[in-house]
């Protein structure tokens, strides 16, 4: 697999529900982690091993995010989804073209400032539904 830049890993939100997305922010640093419950289905038979259900269980995709808004929309745009507990589809974009689109909700906005600097913000998201790579 071939080295990707960091920074062409983007978020982008549909704002509005109509399928237009928008680049949520300036991102810093990026994390995608994919997880998934399995289904045990371990019994006497199992042989003191344990044994799990293929094709079951319940997937789920957090996206974590920090970085600087790149105006004020964007930021007023993730704290109202945020107060609201508004599913919307987000988009991460990587280096290399592909996409990962998904409901999600936001469950953590974190704010943070130096008083020499800029403010800066934490953002993490859940997967809320179907995730489609593209």
């Known amino acids: 697999m071939a080295k990707q830049r960091g920074d062409l890993f983007l978020l982008k939100v549909d704002t509005s529900g109509t399928g237009t997305f928008a680049t949520i922010a300036g991102l810093r640093s990026t994390g995608l982690r994919a997880r998934l419950k399995v289904v045990e289905t371990t019994n006497k038979d199992s042989g003191g091993q ?10 789920s995709f957090t996206f974590t995010g ?3 808004f790149d105006s004020g929309t964007a930021h007023e745009t993730a ?9 919307r589809d987000w988009r991460i974009a990587r280096g290399d073209g592909t996409t990962l689109t998904a409901p999600c909700l936001i469950t953590a906005l974190d704010y943070a400032g130096e008083h020499d600097g800029e403010e800066t ?8 539904g179907t995730v489609t790579f593209a």
């Open 121 to 128: 913000f934490t953002l993490t998201l859940e997967s809320a």
């Open 50 to 59: 344990r044994e799990l259900l293929e094709g079951a269980g319940v997937q």
């Open 79 to 87: 704290r109202g989804l945020f107060m609201a507990r508004t599913k």
């Open 66 to 68: 920090a970085g600087v």
